[in-house]
Nanobody, 125 residues
Framework: QVQLVESGGGLVQAGGSLRLSCAASGRTFSSYTMGWFRQAPGKEREPVATISWNGGSTYYTDSVKGRFTSSRDNAKNTVYLQMNSLKPEDTAVYYC??????????????????WGQGTQVTVSS
């Protein structure tokens, strides 16, 4: 079992940056794939990024490529999402997720087993 807690959300002006963190807890011998998702009001939860927990492979949805970067610090059981050049359309609740699967492309909600509670990101124009 894995517990996930996101942090780092907030209000930022368009063009600004935020770094989200997702701290994982729970004892496990497994390595987990981590993902970032976001959900805007009235919209479905959409994948943002996938990062292999121990493999260093990252995948991003097209709308954030070149602006967002996911990274990890396994010693701290933490995954990060560095968000640069933020746009108002990036406004959403951002969630992290953990899964026992890994696929070499951006993974979907069905691929993950555990979810954080989300952190709000608001980008003003």
């Amino acid at each position: 079992q894995v517990q996930l807690v996101e942090s780092g959300g907030g209000l930022v002006q368009a063009g600004g940056s935020l770094r989200l963190s997702c701290a994982a807890s729970g004892r496990t011998f497994s390595s987990y794939t981590m993902g970032w998702f976001r959900q805007a009001p009235g919209k479905e939860r959409e994948p943002v990024a996938t990062i292999s927990w121990n493999g260093g492979s990252t995948y991003y949805t097209d709308s954030v490529k070149g602006r967002f970067t996911s990274s990890r610090d396994n010693a701290k059981n933490t995954v990060y999402l560095q968000m640069n050049s933020l746009k108002p359309e990036d406004t959403a609740v951002y969630y992290c997720a953990a899964g026992r699967r890994f696929r070499p492309y951006i993974m979907t909600t069905a691929d993950y087993d555990y979810w954080g509670q989300g952190t709000q990101v608001t980008v003003s124009s």
